[in-house]
C-alpha cells in the first residue's frame, strides 16, 4: 500500500511538472510577449521611416496641387486657399509661393518672412548632397536644421511651371514625437493585453485541459476495469471525438472481457465435457467388452464342443457350425460399425456432397431387402415417386435409410406394416419410415442415438442388434449439417432425415 501511495504522488508530482495547462500558459503568454516586443522593435526601427515616406509622397502631392493652382491662376481663391490649408493641416505642412522677380509673396502659410529667407538660403546657397532626398528638375528635397530653434525639417523647395518660387517644409520631431507616442502606448498597451491574455490562457487551458483530464480519469478507471464512468461532452471538437472513441473503446472492452469471462466458463465446461468424455470412453470400452463376450463365450464354447466330438452326429456339428458363423457374423457386424461411427465421429472420414435421386435409392434398397421382407411377412408401402434429386453423400445417406428401414423390420409389430414417405418442403424432402408396432417409451427417446444403447435388450439380441445403428445415423446427418429425427404414434413409429434438393 505504501509503495503504490508513493507510485501515485510520483504520477500527480509529474503531471503537475508536465501539465499542459502549464505548458498552454507558457506558449501562449511567450508568444504574445514575443509579438508585443517584435512590434516594439519594428515600431522604433521602421516607423519613422516610414512615417518620413509618407511624408514625402505629401509634400509631392501638395506641389502638383500648388502647381495645377498656380498655372490656373487659381492660387488665391478662397476655395483652393481652403483646400490647401486641409492638406497642410493633414500633414503639418508650412507653405509659401513667391514671385522669384519681385520677390513678392504671392501665398503663404504660417510665417512667410522666415520661410521666404530659407527658400531664398536654399536658392543661393546651394544643396548639402547627403541631406538630398529628391532632386528633380522642377523641384528638390532635403532635410534641413533650423540654426536657431535647431529644429529638423523635411523640405521641398524649386519652380512652378509658371515661374514662381515655392517651398513646402515640415518639422520632423512631430514624427519622432508620434513615434515616441506610438511606442509607449503600445508598451502600455501590451502589458495589459499580456495581463489580459495571462487571465484569458489561464481560463481558455482550464476549459481545454478539464476534458482531458475527464478523459484521464475515465482511462484510470477503466485500467482497473471499471468500465461504467463515460465522457459526456456532446460538442464537435476532436476532444469530444477522442471522449466518444474511448468511450466506444471502454464498451468493446468490456463486451470483449465479457467474451473471455464467456470463454472461459465455455473453457470450464470443455473440461467438465472432456471428463465425461472420459467417462463415456470407459463406458464404451465396457460396452463393447460386454457385446463382445456373449458372442466369443459362444464361440470359444461350441468349438470346444466340435473338439471334444461332444455330439458325433451330422446334424448337431452343422448346428455347432451355424452358431459359430453366426456369433462370428455378429462380431464382424458389430467390428465394422465401430469403425464406420469412429470415422464419422472423428472428422477422419471425407463426405462427398453428389446430386442424386433418393426415391431411386429407396426402391433399390428395398427392392434388394425383399427376401428380408418376406421371411418377417411385412408389406411395405411406398408411391412410385418420380425422381426426386437431393444433395448428399449417396453412400452414407444410404446407409442411414438401412438403417432406419433395418429397425423398421425388426420392430415390425401388428399389421406387419412399413410405409416409406417423401415430402417436399420447400426446397428440402423429408424420407421417413414407418412401422407398426410398439411407440418407444419416452424415458427412452432421447438416448436413442446413443452408441450401445437399447430400449429392450433381449429383442435386440434375438435379431442381432448392436446398439451402434443410430449413433451411426446421427454421425452421418451431423456430419452434412442436416436434421434426422423420431415421432412415436399410437400405433408405431416413425424414423425420418432431411436432405437439401438445391
Same mark, same amino acid.
Given at each position: 500500500?505504501?509503495?503504490?501511495?508513493?507510485?501515485?504522488?510520483?504520477?500527480?508530482?509529474?503531471?503537475?511538472?508536465?501539465?499542459?495547462?502549464?505548458?498552454?500558459?507558457?506558449?501562449?503568454?511567450?508568444?504574445?510577449?514575443?509579438?508585443?516586443?517584435?512590434?516594439?522593435?519594428?515600431?522604433?526601427?521602421?516607423?519613422?521611416?516610414?512615417?518620413?515616406?509618407?511624408?514625402?509622397?505629401?509634400?509631392?502631392?501638395?506641389?502638383?496641387?500648388?502647381?495645377?493652382?498656380?498655372?490656373?491662376?487659381?492660387?488665391?481663391?478662397?476655395?483652393?486657399?481652403?483646400?490647401?490649408?486641409?492638406?497642410?493641416?493633414?500633414?503639418?505642412?508650412?507653405?509659401?509661393?513667391?514671385?522669384?522677380?519681385?520677390?513678392?509673396?504671392?501665398?503663404?502659410?504660417?510665417?512667410?518672412?522666415?520661410?521666404?529667407?530659407?527658400?531664398?538660403?536654399?536658392?543661393?546657397?546651394?544643396?548639402?548632397?547627403?541631406?538630398?532626398?529628391?532632386?528633380?528638375?522642377?523641384?528638390?528635397?532635403?532635410?534641413?536644421?533650423?540654426?536657431?530653434?535647431?529644429?529638423?525639417?523635411?523640405?521641398?523647395?524649386?519652380?512652378?511651371?509658371?515661374?514662381?518660387?515655392?517651398?513646402?517644409?515640415?518639422?520632423?520631431?512631430?514624427?519622432?514625437?508620434?513615434?515616441?507616442?506610438?511606442?509607449?502606448?503600445?508598451?502600455?498597451?501590451?502589458?495589459?493585453?499580456?495581463?489580459?491574455?495571462?487571465?484569458?490562457?489561464?481560463?481558455?487551458? =482550464?476549459?481545454? %485541459?478539464?476534458?482531458? +483530464? !475527464?478523459?484521464? $480519469?475515465?482511462?484510470?478507471? &477503466?485500467?482497473?476495469? #471499471?468500465?461504467? @464512468?463515460?465522457?459526456?461532452?456532446?460538442?464537435?471538437?476532436?476532444?469530444?471525438?477522442?471522449?466518444?472513441?474511448?468511450?466506444?473503446?471502454?464498451?468493446?472492452?468490456?463486451?470483449?472481457?465479457?467474451?473471455?469471462?464467456?470463454?472461459?466458463?465455455?473453457?470450464?465446461?470443455?473440461?467438465?465435457?472432456?471428463?465425461?468424455?472420459?467417462?463415456?470412453?470407459?463406458?464404451?470400452?465396457?460396452?463393447?467388452?460386454?457385446?463382445?463376450?456373449?458372442?466369443?463365450?459362444?464361440?470359444?464354447?461350441?468349438?470346444?464342443?466340435?473338439?471334444?466330438?461332444?455330439?458325433?452326429?451330422?446334424?448337431?456339428?452343422?448346428?455347432?457350425?451355424?452358431?459359430?458363423?453366426?456369433?462370428?457374423?455378429?462380431?464382424?457386424?458389430?467390428?465394422? =460399425?465401430?469403425? %464406420?461411427?469412429?470415422? +464419422? !465421429?472423428?472428422? $477422419?472420414?471425407?463426405?462427398? &456432397?453428389?446430386?442424386? #435421386?433418393?426415391? @431411386?435409392?429407396?426402391?433399390?434398397?428395398?427392392?434388394?431387402?425383399?427376401?428380408?421382407?418376406?421371411?418377417?411377412?411385412?408389406?411395405?408401402?411406398?408411391?412410385?415417386?418420380?425422381?426426386?434429386?437431393?444433395?448428399?453423400?449417396?453412400?452414407?445417406?444410404?446407409?442411414?435409410?438401412?438403417?432406419?428401414?433395418?429397425?423398421?423390420?425388426?420392430?415390425?409389430?401388428?399389421?406387419?406394416?412399413?410405409?416409406?414417405?417423401?415430402?417436399?418442403?420447400?426446397?428440402?424432402?423429408?424420407?421417413?419410415?414407418?412401422?407398426?408396432?410398439?411407440?418407444?417409451?419416452?424415458?427412452?427417446?432421447?438416448?436413442?442415438?446413443?452408441?450401445?444403447?437399447?430400449?429392450?435388450?433381449?429383442?435386440?439380441?434375438?435379431?442381432?442388434?448392436?446398439?451402434?445403428?443410430?449413433?451411426?445415423?446421427?454421425?452421418?446427418?451431423?456430419?452434412?449439417?442436416?436434421?434426422?429425427?423420431?415421432?412415436?404414434?399410437?400405433?408405431?413409429?416413425?424414423?425420418?432425415?432431411?436432405?437439401?434438393?438445391?
Amino acid at each position: 500500500m505504501k509503495n503504490i501511495l508513493i507510485r501515485n504522488m510520483r504520477r500527480d508530482a509529474d503531471t503537475m511538472k508536465y501539465s499542459m495547462k502549464r505548458q498552454f500558459a507558457f506558449i501562449f503568454i511567450s508568444l504574445i510577449t514575443g509579438t508585443l516586443l517584435l512590434c516594439l522593435i519594428l515600431n522604433s526601427t521602421l516607423l519613422g521611416t516610414y512615417y518620413i515616406n509618407k511624408k514625402q509622397n505629401a509634400l509631392v502631392s501638395a506641389y502638383y496641387s500648388i502647381n495645377e493652382a498656380s498655372s490656373a491662376g487659381d492660387i488665391i481663391s478662397e476655395a483652393y486657399d481652403i483646400e490647401l490649408k486641409k492638406i497642410c493641416d493633414k500633414y503639418n505642412i508650412q507653405v509659401l509661393v513667391a514671385d522669384g522677380e519681385s520677390e513678392a509673396v504671392k501665398y503663404s502659410m504660417n510665417d512667410p518672412k522666415t520661410v521666404l529667407k530659407q527658400l531664398f538660403d536654399n536658392i543661393f546657397r546651394g544643396v548639402d548632397e547627403e541631406s538630398l532626398l529628391l532632386n528633380t528638375d522642377n523641384y528638390k528635397m532635403q532635410v534641413v536644421r533650423d540654426y536657431k530653434t535647431q529644429t529638423e525639417y523635411i523640405e521641398m523647395w524649386g519652380i512652378l511651371d509658371n515661374g514662381y518660387l515655392f517651398i513646402l517644409r515640415s518639422a520632423l520631431e512631430g514624427i519622432r514625437e508620434s513615434v515616441s507616442i506610438s511606442n509607449h502606448f503600445l508598451a502600455y498597451v501590451g502589458l495589459i493585453a499580456i495581463c489580459v491574455s495571462a487571465l484569458l490562457v489561464v481560463w481558455l487551458s =482550464n476549459r481545454v %485541459t478539464k476534458p482531458i +483530464l !475527464e478523459l484521464a $480519469n475515465i482511462s484510470e478507471r &477503466m485500467k482497473h476495469l #471499471d468500465f461504467e @464512468a463515460k465522457y459526456a461532452g456532446n460538442d464537435k471538437t476532436e476532444i469530444a471525438i477522442l471522449g466518444n472513441n474511448i468511450n466506444e473503446l471502454s464498451e468493446a472492452l468490456e463486451e470483449t472481457i465479457s467474451e473471455l469471462r464467456t470463454a472461459n466458463n465455455e473453457l470450464l465446461k470443455d473440461i467438465e465435457t472432456k471428463n465425461k468424455i472420459d467417462e463415456m470412453r470407459r463406458e464404451f470400452l465396457s460396452n463393447v467388452s460386454h457385446e463382445l463376450k456373449t458372442p466369443i463365450a459362444l464361440i470359444q464354447g461350441y468349438a470346444e464342443g466340435l473338439k471334444e466330438g461332444i455330439n458325433d452326429d451330422e446334424e448337431s456339428r452343422e448346428f455347432y457350425c451355424d452358431v459359430i458363423m453366426d456369433e462370428a457374423s455378429r462380431m464382424n457386424a458389430l467390428v465394422r =460399425n465401430l469403425l %464406420t461411427l469412429n470415422k +464419422l !465421429e472423428a472428422g $477422419n472420414d471425407i463426405v462427398n &456432397m453428389e446430386r442424386f #435421386d433418393v426415391a @431411386a435409392l429407396a426402391k433399390n434398397y428395398i427392392a434388394s431387402a425383399d427376401i428380408l421382407i418376406r421371411q418377417k411377412e411385412i408389406s411395405v408401402r411406398m408411391e412410385d415417386y418420380d425422381p426426386i434429386y437431393v444433395w448428399g453423400d449417396e453412400f452414407r445417406v444410404e446407409e442411414v435409410f438401412m438403417n432406419y428401414f433395418t429397425n423398421a423390420i425388426n420392430h415390425a409389430l401388428g399389421d406387419r406394416i412399413i410405409d416409406v414417405k417423401m415430402v417436399k418442403d420447400g426446397e428440402r424432402v423429408r424420407i421417413s419410415v414407418f412401422n407398426t408396432g410398439n411407440s418407444i417409451p419416452e424415458e427412452c427417446v432421447e438416448h436413442l442415438w446413443e452408441k450401445f444403447y437399447k430400449v429392450d435388450k433381449a429383442r435386440s439380441r434375438e435379431y442381432g442388434g448392436s446398439g451402434i445403428g443410430l449413433s451411426i445415423v446421427k454421425a452421418v446427418m451431423e456430419s452434412m449439417n442436416q436434421r434426422y429425427g423420431v415421432i412415436n404414434y399410437d400405433n408405431g413409429v416413425e424414423f425420418w432425415f432431411e436432405l437439401d434438393m438445391a
